[in-house]
């Protein structure tokens, strides 16, 4: 119980506390609520505050730009993204274009996005991403959890900072 409180504290923190209640649906404001927090925390390098919301059998698969596709699974993923984290100096996504899309039961939902992305590294190196996602949630005892996602990075390019070689 005592774990739980500290969770859900550090959770309020971060502006990503879970609902109050258990949910019977998944509704298209707590969706949105849940995807604003956890991109507002990744515009603030804290990738790993999407973790709570990934179910155990998270899958994603990724296309990257040069067409190497790539599928990693929940403890792999999170292992990406603490490497993000420790390399990333600053970083910026501006959704350009947004979808919400919950099923008629209410069980489960996707979210669908347009993004640019521009990650400034610790090395110096600017990394900018035009990217295409799709998050798949559904509802398991109440909370909505993330069971897999898909990714497609349309472009990518990457440069020094001025005075530093690529």
Do not use: C, W
Not at 9 to 21: D, E, N, R, V, Y
Not at 106 to 114: D, K, R, V
């Amino acid at each position: 119980m005592r774990h739980r409180l500290l969770t859900a504290a550090i959770l309020a923190l971060l502006g990503l506390a879970p609902a109050a209640q258990a949910a019977e649906r998944i509704t298209r404001e707590e969706l949105e609520a849940i995807d604003q927090s956890i991109n507002r925390a990744a515009n603030a390098e804290n990738f790993l505050a999407i973790a709570p919301y990934l179910a155990t059998e998270f899958v994603v698969r990724l296309k990257l730009a040069d067409g190497t596709e790539i599928e990693l699974g929940r403890p792999e993923y999170l292992q990406v993204l603490q490497q993000n984290q420790e390399s990333i100096r600053d970083y910026h996504s501006n959704i350009e274009q947004v979808e919400y899309r919950v099923a008629p039961d209410g069980l489960s939902a996707e979210i669908h996005q347009h993004s640019a992305d521009r990650a400034i590294l610790k090395d110096g190196q600017v990394v900018t991403s035009r990217l295409r996602t799709m998050s798949h949630a559904v509802l398991r005892e109440g909370r909505i959890v993330f069971d897999r996602g898909e990714g497609e990075v349309l472009e990518q390019h990457a440069q020094r900072t001025p005075g530093q070689a690529l």
